[in-house]
Structures are given as structure tokens and as C-alpha cells.
């Protein structure tokens, strides 16, 4: 099957600090892949790299196996969506946020996709008037999760989506994005500082230290890895 994000020798340095080193590997369609490592490692940066909001310095990224240069902005968006840790949620209610997505592109979300949307991430029909800056932590989370997935991207960047939340709502997104990697034959790829979580939840896990792929492949290999250095950190990460 192909690769939902491949990457060759990528690197990406900002003035004379390098921040991706010579990453190789490949991300498999319809998983969910987990990305750990410690703080600084380089995690954010290659989910932006992917999303578009930064280019490589040097090295070729493949998306389904299309060039990323090759892809306007807004269809490399459409093809990979990306949730952040803080959800933002615009004045108004949750329609108003949902909407937001084809609003940019001048089309109109009908009050039944809405609906459908609420329906996906758990939620029912009463909260579409609901004022957005209202909602609990995880309840805008859903909405922002629902808000990205309206434009129906192959691929799905959550970067530590969870890390705000309670321990209950944190259980609840998990099985919402699992969900929706069964439903919707989405590929997940999270980044999440919990190594519980990204082991739990992961069909593989990468592990970045200092700007390089340290490991990769089946979680539970990967929790096992003899690199040293991996080794350290896993003995050494948070776990919840």
C-alpha cells in the first residue's frame, strides 16, 4: 500500500540551527502513528513541514505519493488537516465554527452536515447554538477535531491534542480519533508527550531525539528498542 506521508532525507534549519536532520521513513495509510520525544526534538516542526506552513531546507516529502511541491496550499490542506493543542474556537456558536472551514471558500455548510459532524465526534444537535467560548476543554476540542475533519483530509496531524485535558476527556478523544480512523479510514499521525497514551493508542510510534528519527515501526517494538538513547527516554517520559 502506499505511503501516506513519505520522507527522504529531509532536513530544515532556520538561520544556522538545525532542526530536522536527514529524516528517512515512511507513514503507513490508514494507521494511527504516534510521535514522541523529548521537548525541542523537532515533533511540531515536522507536522508543519507536512502541512505546508514550513518548507524543507533540503530532502523530498511525499504526500500519497505526490511532491508536496507540486500541491497548492489549499488542496495540500484539504489533504492533510491538522489539529493543535490549543483549540480555537472563532466568536459565535458551534456552527459558526464548523462553518469556518467552507466560509473561507465561499461555500455554505447545510444544517444536516453540521448535524452529521456533531453526531461523529459525540456530541447532538442542541449543541450547534451553543456560544463556542462556552464549551468545556474537550468538548472544543471535538468541535475543532469536527471543524478540520469538514474537509475531509486523508490525513489527520494532531499535535498533543490531549495535553490540556483531564484524564476523562482525554480517554474520550482517544476513542473519538480511533473512531474515526475505523469509520473513516483516516491516518492519524499524533504527537503526544504521553508515552501510555502513544503507545496505547498507536499502530506505530516514531521516536524523535535531536532533530532525527531515532526509532520507528510497531509500537510495542519500539517500546522495547536497545537503542540507548531511546531507551533512556522511554525510561524517563511521562506516563499517565
Known amino acids: 500500500?502506499?505511503?501516506?506521508?513519505s520522507f527522504q532525507n529531509v532536513h530544515y534549519?532556520?538561520?544556522?540551527?538545525?532542526i530536522i536532520k536527514d529524516i528517512t521513513g515512511a507513514i503507513s495509510s490508514g494507521n494511527i502513528t504516534t510521535v514522541v520525544g523529548p521537548s525541542g526534538s523537532g515533533k511540531?516542526?515536522?507536522f508543519h513541514l507536512c502541512n505546508g506552513m514550513k518548507s524543507a531546507s533540503s530532502g523530498d516529502i511525499f504526500i500519497q505519493g505526490?511532491?508536496?511541491?507540486?500541491?497548492t496550499p489549499?488542496?495540500?490542506r484539504r489533504k492533510v488537516g491538522i489539529v493543535l493543542q490549543k483549540s480555537i474556537m472563532i466568536e459565535g456558536n458551534v456552527f459558526d465554527n464548523l462553518s469556518l472551514p467552507l466560509s473561507l471558500h465561499g461555500k455554505r455548510l447545510s444544517k444536516e452536515k453540521a448535524i452529521e459532524m456533531l453526531h461523529l465526534i459525540g456530541l447532538n444537535e442542541t449543541f450547534l447554538h451553543r456560544k463556542a467560548t462556552d464549551l468545556s476543554g474537550g468538548q472544543q476540542q471535538r468541535v475543532s477535531i469536527a471543524r478540520t475533519l469538514l474537509n475531509e483530509p486523508a490525513i489527520l496531524l494532531l499535535d498533543e491534542v490531549t495535553s490540556a485535558l483531564d484524564q476523562s476527556s482525554q480517554r474520550e478523544i482517544e476513542q473519538l480519533i480511533t473512531s474515526i480512523n475505523q469509520k473513516k479510514e483516516t491516518t492519524i499521525i499524533?504527537?503526544?508527550h504521553n508515552l501510555e497514551q502513544a503507545l496505547r493508542i498507536g499502530d506505530d510510534t516514531w521516536v524523535m531525539i535531536d532533530g532525527k528519527l531515532a526509532a520507528y515501526g510497531k509500537s510495542a517494538e519500539v517500546a522495547s528498542?536497545?537503542?540507548?538513547?531511546?531507551?533512556?527516554f522511554?525510561?524517563?517520559?511521562?506516563?499517565k
Open 1 to 5: 500500500m502506499q505511503a501516506a506521508i
Open 13 to 18: 534549519h532556520t538561520d544556522s540551527v538545525a
Open 44 to 46: 511540531s516542526t515536522l
Open 66 to 71: 505526490e511532491d508536496i511541491l507540486t500541491l
Open 74 to 76: 489549499t488542496v495540500l
Open 190 to 192: 499524533w504527537i503526544t
Open 225 to 232: 528498542s536497545t537503542n540507548d538513547k531511546v531507551k533512556q
Open 234 to 239: 522511554f525510561e524517563g517520559g511521562e506516563k
